[in-house]
């Protein structure tokens, strides 16, 4: 599937550098604490690049975000995409590379964290702009599968989120479940987007269906799932 995640990030990308060409920078973001339109496609073109690099070193590296000047703004995020996605395309999905993701470590990541990372970033912009856009439920369904396989994880081996019970079961549309937390006593479900967009603090619990208690639901949805 990794052609159609890069089918994805290049439609998403597109509509990024659509919506941030010859508009106010300075709007707020609200789904992104403290952070201005600029500041959310400074992040994303920076984000681009430090994967590009990760790949061509196969290695983990640190990842800095210096400015850039408003005027380069959306030639510099289309550029940093761009030679992203030439790399992308042009490797083999199953070669191993370095990912921070779990064993096995395959090329195939980083084109669906790219594509998942945009897809998020695209629906901060544009509800910063009153026009928040659904995300597709295809890719919004893999979203929430890799919150579970990806981030939750890796936020408990690092210590950035707490277990959770009593836990909730989440439910997608297409019938895949996946547990947040253990001793399961509740459950959610929705649209595939709302989901995704709860899970990553963007959507408040109470859009979701809720069979259990609520309280309890809330607390773990609380927890910092993602980083």
């Not at 430090?50 to 995020?77: G, H, K, T, Y």
Request: proline share 7%; glycine share 6%.
């Amino acid at each position: 599937m990794a052609h159609e995640f890069l089918d994805f990030f290049e439609r998403d990308v597109a509509s990024f550098a659509e919506l941030i060409a010859g508009v106010d920078l300075n709007v707020a973001v609200p789904s992104c604490p403290n952070w201005q339109l600029r500041d959310l496609a400074v992040h994303l073109g920076h984000v681009y690049r430090w994967a590009q690099s990760c790949i061509e070193e196969n290695a983990p590296l640190e990842r800095v975000e210096p400015p850039v000047p408003d005027s380069l703004l959306v030639e510099w995020f289309k550029e940093g995409a761009s030679d992203l996605t030439a790399l992308l395309r042009n490797s083999d999905p199953q070669a191993e590379i370095w990912t921070f993701g779990p064993h096995p470590r395959m090329m195939s990541f980083w084109s669906r964290r790219q594509a998942q990372e945009t897809s998020v970033h695209l629906w901060d912009a544009r509800a910063a702009h009153g026009r928040p856009v659904p995300i597709s439920e295809e890719l919004a369904a893999d979203g929430v599968a890799e919150v579970f396989e990806v981030f939750i994880p890796r936020q408990l081996k690092r210590g950035g989120m707490n277990a959770i019970s009593p836990g909730v079961r989440i439910v997608l549309p297409d019938g895949r479940t996946f547990d947040l937390g253990t001793n399961v006593t509740n459950q959610v479900s929705g649209t595939a987007g709302n989901l995704l967009l709860t899970l990553w603090h963007r959507n408040p619990v109470e859009s979701l269906n809720i069979d259990g208690i609520a309280g309890e639901v809330k607390a773990a949805f609380a927890q910092a799932l993602t980083p």
